[in-house]
């Protein structure tokens, strides 16, 4: 249909052209047609992830800093009365502060180019990496504890036997160390 009525009048549609002749750049093409002025609409030589990133970067590096060292905090002043879950806890916590101290390396990546050289770059990747296995095997072991606590009433990690739980902790942090070795050799 290339015409339509309204209100007594015919109004009529210009057929569009689809043949081909697309080049496929999206961009390019809505910028001729919508901003060709180059006034309000121009970003001509700005990326919103350079000026975005770095930002949430930092932000996240402030508030995660302040959450991660306030809960370590409660965790040192409760050490008489810790709980299996307190030193999980006081693990992840130590992980995400790992992570959050690479944040500003990623924040320069982000507003340009990677400038630090390959040995950072291994170990920033190798961080994060580590980061989100740790993250990971912690919460399963908190969720397996407090699962045999509540549903079978079985204490895995007795008051007697702490060293089960830094075992377990050490377990994580090496299976989480070997997962990121290919990080340190691709990166």
């Not at 992830?49 to 402030?62: E, H, Q």
């Not at 504890?145 to 060293?163: E, G, I, T």
Request: glycine share 8%.
């Amino acid at each position: 249909m290339d015409s339509l009525m309204a209100g007594g009048e015919k109004l009529t549609f210009t057929e569009v052209d689809l043949s081909g002749d697309y080049d496929g750049d999206y961009n390019e093409t809505y910028s001729d047609m919508c901003c060709s002025t180059a006034g309000v609409c121009s970003m001509e030589g700005m990326r919103f992830d350079a000026v975005f990133l770095p930002i949430f970067y930092s932000l996240t590096l402030v508030l995660g800093l302040l959450g991660n060292g306030l809960v370590l905090l409660v965790l040192v002043q409760r050490r008489r009365s810790w709980s299996v879950t307190d030193t999980f806890i006081l693990h992840l916590g130590m992980a995400d502060t790992l992570l959050l101290l690479t944040l500003p390396l990623w924040a320069v990546q982000a507003a340009g180019e990677w400038s630090f050289g390959t040995p950072l770059c291994k170990i920033t990747g190798a961080m994060f990496t580590i980061n989100f296995y740790c993250g990971i095997f912690l919460l399963a072991c908190i969720s397996l504890d407090r699962y045999l606590s509540v549903v079978h009433a079985v204490q895995m990690y007795s008051r007697r036997k702490p060293w089960m739980v830094q075992a377990s902790c050490m377990s994580v942090w090496l299976l989480s160390l070997l997962r990121s070795i290919p990080d340190w050799h691709f990166l």
